[in-house]
């Protein structure tokens, strides 16, 4: 898929976002105007608008290059040959899924496990699996990193911060 | 005279400069984590100073805070996970600069901006506190609401190619800034009846997911593209040109240091815009009138000025209001505002007919503040430069589970942490299509003050159209500001219409 292509889909995404807010959403879970000062619906219309219109403006401007056949900038159509390492605000590249499952599948996990099974287990089963998923294969490094972490940030919340440690408690 | 110089005396006594250089050190360790910043430090050791005098509490917080603003830099450069959100700026010429073997390079940069900035804050807080406080005094909701309009309009376009993604981001920053409680009905808004919503979205999940958990979703994807067991370290170069920066380098990003801390200064006293709106308004001015545009973010040692001149100067300016006027500036002020009063001062007008000689030698500790954050940060650039070459296997599972703890630190909640995650893949999309999370981590924080002042400016005018025309300065902000989208969209058309001639002349010569 090419980049114009893919952005296409993006606005159009967006507007379809952006009309789902003004229809059904900010008119439901905003409060009723109160009969002064300005409507508690006011700036979240405005700033969904701003989107909206931005968007359907980016398309009109894909639509007119199309229908003109005049081509767009080649940085604005194709996607970078160096994947994010053009530096600087811009990583713009191809999506990788299975890589991104890779990555948040683990951390939603911990944070389910956490409530189930404690701060303690939760924690260096991500860990373990966290760094398999990167692709370490020292098993004595991973479990070190695993229990000195999970114990340094148990110790630095429970006696530094005083904070209450996630989840139920194994060691109380 | 002898009040001053009292005062200065206790501020260089060896129980005072104990504290204060603990502050500043703890300081840029906490600052370096995501998810832990200066006003969570200083929350967190306020307990502590309970047992300390007055001066010597003050000094290690403020110390605290200052060494947490450059304590972002640090993880901001070598790693581009920025430990505060006012470091993100930082971290577009920085971690380019770590890329290319030059990250002590860019440390010191950022530690002698920071320094400088700071400096030069603390010194305009001494000298000029009750004539700029005199003048926020007569900032009311007109003003507010048209100087937040600006700072919006000028930050649209920063973190993007293209102005139109940048004010969508920025949009969608406002709209989910919004969650939480309105101002006026004091009802849940787009909460979609989640009772966690109802005090609205954290700025240290939200920040951490989008800039911090993000960037590793990105950097970690290079893991995966050249293979699992590979180890990516950044390489540190020997050369002496790629490790120091002589003074004939750093002096020439002194007017961007100069204009920087001049924004800190003037983003600081005005409460409500806070470091990150600083850091990257200096960024973006820096950019627009260098002479070597194409360059920022690609390594720019005048980049990393700006940023971190700015975000520093912010921390002694946010002072004036509480110093002269009681009124915190930004979160870390109204932290120092309850040690205060936990001392038994109350920051106000009477602050210095009371406490003068006190408060002259929190001045001195904030000079010596500045001082020992020169000295700390100088010894410290090894260590930091040091922990980078730790392999990526391990780096990178600390880095992010540090992220997932620190936006549960925040409010002891895990809902706080699935917020961090969702900003994460949120965060991840938005740098691949190219859509500003500057942008939008600005509108999602100047949002309720932004909509505060306006309730305020329509419920005091009575719904009169043409309240503005009626504060001079609130108007010229406003025309401004709709000066800065016309010069805005006008620059980004014909930029536009120059690549796209390029890109027919291209086309046509096959």
Known sequence: MTRIKRDTI?????IGFSLFLLTWAIPLYTPAYPGYGASASLVPNVSVGVMLFMACLALVFIGVSAYTKKPMPVEEREFPEDLSDDGGFTQVGRLNLPHLAKIMIPCVLLVVGIEYIGYELASFAFLMVIQYVIGCRKWVQSLLVAIILTAVLYIVMRYGFGVPVPGPQIFE | MEMIIAGLLDSISPVSLIYVFVGVAVGVLIG??????GPMAIALFIPITYYMTPLTAIGFLVGLNKGAFFGGAVSAVLLRTPGTPEAAATSWDGYPLTQQGKGEKALRMALYSSVAGDFISTVVLIVIAAPLAAIALFMGPSEIFALISLALTVIAGIGTTSIGRGLI??????LI???GTEPVTALPRLTFDVYQLGSGLSLIPVAIGLLAFSEILLQLEKFSGKGGGQQC??????KPEDRFLPLKEFFQSFKTLLRGSAIGIGVGAMPGLGAPVASFMSYDQAMKRSKHKEEFGKGRLEGIAASESANSSVVASSLIPLFVLGIPGNLAAAMLMGAFMIHGMQPGPLLF???????????????LASLFLLVIGRFGLRFFCKAVNIPAMILYPIVMFTCIMGAYLGRSSMFDVGVMLTFGFIGYFMRKFDYSYVAFLIGFILAPEWERALQQVVIISEHDTFMFFQRPVAMGLMVLCIFVIARTFWNSFKEGRKKRAIAAEQAKNG
């Open chain 2, 353 to 367: 007919k009371e406490n003068a000689q006190l408060m002259y030698g929190i001045y001195g500790s904030l000079l």
């Open chain 1, 10 to 14: 993006a606005y159009l995404l967006i």
């Open chain 2, 233 to 238: 370290t950044h390489e540190f170069s020997n």
């Open chain 2, 169 to 174: 981001a920025a949009g969608f920053g406002i």
């Open chain 2, 177 to 179: 800034g919004l969650i």
């Open chain 2, 32 to 37: 370096a984590i995501p998810g832990i910043n």
